[in-house]
């Protein structure tokens, strides 16, 4: 069975700052794909960024990239140069090369603060 | 990427009523996907949705619950006899156009389904 875990139940920036939000994950899988998932008061999720655990070059897009360390099973999400419209609640997520669901994190609520 | 629709935004039910939440997808995509959100926890998968058939469900997803795609383009989850712990924001999800992978799933804006 898979299972992912975020620690921080919350964060906190400044406006500007950079903020790391941790998430780890357990699996027997050797390939396999990892997401983090954006959540604002709407409640819609909104994909931030994947990355393919074959790829050993980390994920960016924008202001957001991930640290991704295999072995020790761990995918970090660094967001740069923060904004208010980042607030929001963020969910890491795994998911197999085969099968079709994902499995997701408790979530980890970001404050910005201005 | 077209998003993807549900209806209602919020649905209020007695416990033991039956609802039928809707998601409507573009007509040719192919698999679809519930997810169960309960409040301040996670998301979990439900079932997927293939061809008309399930493909893969969870726990959760007992002998209460069912999926159907009854006329080719909604694509509707039904709880038969709800209870108070079915409480939760729903959200349907969709892979890309003519399927794709199913790791790129596009969410829905979610029901929010309380019970009474």
């Known amino acids: 069975a898979q299972t992912v875990t975020q620690s921080q139940p919350e964060m906190s920036v400044q406006e500007a700052e950079t903020v790391t939000l941790s998430c780890t994950y357990d699996?027997?899988?050797?390939?396999?794909?990892l997401f983090w998932y954006k959540q604002p008061p709407s409640r819609q999720m909104i994909l931030v960024i994947r990355?393919?655990?074959?790829?050993?070059q980390n994920a960016t897009e924008n202001r957001f990239s991930v640290n991704f360390q295999k072995a020790a099973k761990s995918f970090s999400l660094k967001i740069s140069d923060s904004q208010l419209g980042d607030a929001a609640m963020y969910f890491c997520a795994f998911h197999k090369i085969t099968g079709n669901q994902f499995y997701f994190g408790t979530g980890t609520s970001l404050t910005v603060i201005p | 990427e077209p998003e993807v629709t549900q209806t209602p935004s919020h649905q209020v039910t007695q416990m033991g009523q039956e609802v039928i939440l809707r998601c409507v997808p573009i007509?040719?995509?192919?698999?679809f996907y519930w997810y169960r959100q309960i409040l301040g926890q996670k998301v979990e998968f439900l079932v997927s949705?293939?061809?008309?058939?399930?493909?893969?469900k969870s726990e959760i997803f007992d002998d209460q619950f069912s999926v159907e795609r009854p006329d080719g383009s909604n694509f509707t989850l039904k709880i038969r006899s709800t209870k108070l712990e079915d409480s939760a924001m729903y959200f349907c999800a969709r892979t890309g156009l003519a399927g794709g992978p199913s790791y790129e799933q596009y969410f829905g804006p979610g029901t929010r389904l309380t019970v009474t």
């Open positions: 990355q393919e655990a074959y790829k050993q």
């Open positions: 949705f293939y061809n008309n058939e399930i493909s893969e």
């Open positions: 007509s040719n995509h192919l698999y």
């Open positions: 699996t027997s899988e050797s390939d396999y794909y």
